[in-house]
C-alpha cells in the first residue's frame, strides 16, 4: 500500500513537471477605487507580456498562462488582502501586483508570503516595501522611493532652488515619497517650508493650496497623481497665483500632465524612472498594436512583471512558485544575452537551453538586493508646453 | 500697501473661493430642503443626483461642441442645461415612480423613505458612472479669467495675486437669480402655492381640491433642476468627478439643517455659513498676520485642511444640541 501510494505521489509529481499546463497568474490591481483609471493600462501591459509567452508556445514545454484579474481596490487593505485570498485559492502561480504600496503590504503579509505565492508589483514604490520580510516572494520592478526622494533632492538644487513646499496624496506612497525626499533635501541644505497631505478624489483645492501658500517656498513639490489629487492641486495653485514652479515626482509625470496644462508649466520640472531607448521604444509599439497606450503610467513596469514570471517559471524549469522565486533575479540580471520586449521568445528558447538571460524589458529591469529596480531616473521638463527629457539620473 | 495686500490675499484665498462655494451648497441645500419640506424626507440621493445632472450636461456640451456652437465668452454648458435638466427630471419622476410613489402609498414612515434614497443614491452613483466614467473631467470652455493673478499684479503694484474667474462669477449670478425665481414660485403662483399647502397638510390640501401627484411631480422637477444646476456650476468651477458629489453631500446637509430644514431662506443662509466657516477655518492667516505686522512662526491655521469636513460636522452638532429647528426656523429633524 505505501509502496503503491509512493508511485502514485511520484506518478503525480513528475507528470505535473513535465506536461504542458494552465499556468494561472494573478493581475491584482485597484480597478476600483483611487486609482481605477490607471489600472486598466497596468493589467494591457501585464496580458500584453502573457500572450506574448503563449504565442511562443515555448513555456515550459507548452504551457500557458492565464491571467486571473481581481479587484484589490487600492485603499482598503481588507479588500486587497480578500482579493489576492481569491487569487490563492483559485491556484495562482504568481501574481504581477499589488498595486498600490498599502493594500500590497496587507496582501503580502496575509496571503503572498504565507501561501507562498510569487507577487511581482509593477507600481508599489514604498520605501517600506524594501525592508518587509518577504522571504524572498515579493519583487518590484519599480525602484523604491527613497532612491527618487534623492534624486528628485539632487535635481531641485541643481536648479538653483533651496527653499520648497511639498504636497503628498495622503497614502503610503505619497507619505514615503515625501519623508524621503525632505530628509534627502534636508541633508544636502535645503528647506522644506512645510509638508501637508492632500486627499485625491476632491473636487476643490483651494483650501490646501492656501495652507501651501502661506507657508511659502519657491516652488511646490507635488507627490501626487496625475489624474487625482495631484493635478486638483496644481490647477488651484496656477489660478490662485500660489505658485508657479512645481515638481514634478513619478505619479505625476505624463502626458495627461502637459493635456491639462499645456504651457502653463514652463519653468517647472519633474522625474520619472524610465529608461529611454530601444526597450522601452519597442514595448510602446507592441501596446500600440495592441490598442493601449504604452506610456501610460506603470504600464511597461507591468509588461516587465508578468514577463519576469514567465521567464523565472523556464530558469527554473516549474511553475512552483516557491522553486521559481531564486530564479527572478538571475533572469532580469547580468550575465546573459539582453531580451528585449519582443523578444520573449528568444528569452524562453535560450533558457530551455540552459543559457543566462539578462531580462532588460521596457523599462531597462535591473534589480538589486531586496528585489527592486535599480531605478534610473529621466529628468522633464515642459518648456514650450511639450514634455522634454533633459538628462537621466 | 501692506493692509491693500493683506486685503487682496483676504479676497483672493478666502471671500471669492467661499462665496461661490456658498452658492453651490446654497443651491443643492435648496434642493434637499424643498424635498424635506413638501415630500418629508431627507433625500441622500441629492449629491447623485447632482452628479447624474452635471453628466448629461456633460454629454450635451461635448455634443454642442463637437457640432462647432459655443456660447463664447460663457461656457457651453450652460446651453446644455435646459435639456440636462429634463433628462434629469426624468429620472427623477422614472424613480419616484417605481419607488417612493409605493412608500407614499402605504404612508411609510420618514425613516424609510431616507433608507430607500440611500439605495436610490447608490444606484444613480453606478448610473453616473457606467455612464460617463470615473475620471475627472473638465468642461469649462470660455473665458476662463475675468481677473488673472499676472495681470492684476501688474495693473496695481500689488505683491498679492487675485484670480476671479468667469466660472465663480456665473456661479454666484446663476445661484441669485434662481433662489429669485423660486421664490417667485412658491408665493405668488398657483402651482407653488398649492405645494406649501401640500407642506403644511396633506390631508386639508387635498380635500381643497389641490392634487398630491402634481404636487409631488413638480417638487421632483424643481429638486432636479436645483440638483443639475448645483452639480453644474460647482463642476464648471472646480472639475467634475462623479464620486465628488457624494462628498459635498454632507456641508449641503449642514447647511441644509443649519439653515432651519425645510425654510428656503435658511438654506441659502446655511449654504454661505458652511462655506465661509469650513474656508476660514482652514486657512492659514499667518501672511495676512504678516502683513498686518504680526510675524508668527506657526501657520495660525485653526484646523488642518484634511479636517475640512469636520467643520460641517461640528456646525451640525451645534445647532443641533442649541436650536434644532435651525438658526429660520424650519422643522425641527
Redesign the interface.
Known sequence: MKKLLLATAATALVAGAAGAEEIKVGISMGYTGPLESMAPDIENGAVLAMDEVNASGLLLDGSTLVPVPADNTCADASASVAAVERLASEGVKGIVGGMCSGETIASLEAVGVPQGIVMISPSATSPALSTIDDRGFFFRTSPSDARQGEVMADIILERGIDNVAVTYTNNDYGKGLAESFQQAFEEKGGTVTISAAHEDGKGDYSAEVAALDAAGGDALVVAGYVDQGGSGVVRAALDSGAFDTFVFPDGMVGQPLVDRFGTELETSFGQNPSSEGEGRDTFLKLASDADFEGSSAFAAEAYDAASLIALAMQAAGTSDPKVYKDKVMDVANAPGEKILPGQLARGLELLAAGEDIDFDGATGVELVEPGESAGIYREVDFKGGTLNAVKFH | MDLLNALVAVL???VI?ATA?GAQLALGALGVTLIYGILRFSNFAHGDTMAFGTAMVILLTWGLQGLGIALTPLPTALLALPVAIALTALLMLGTDRVVYRFYRRKRAAPIIFVMASVGVMFIMNGLTRLVIG???I?FDDGARFIIG??DF?RWTGLEE?L?L?GTQVITVAAAALTVAWLFWFLNRTRSGKAMRAYSDNEDLALLSGIDPERVVRQTWIIAAALATLAGTL??LD????A??YF??LLPIFAAAIVGGLGNPLGAIAGGFIVAFS??AV??????IAAYLGWESDG???LL???Y?FAVSFVILIVVLLFRPTGLFRGKSV
Open positions: 483672493n484665498f478666502v473661493p462655494y470615473v475620471d475627472e473638465r493673478v499676472a499684479r495675486g484670480a474667474r460647482y463642476g472646480k472639475s467634475f468627478r464620486f465628488t462628498q459635498i469650513e474656508v482652514t486657512y492659514p492667516w499667518r501672511k501657520l495660525m491655521q488642518s485642511t484634511e475640512k
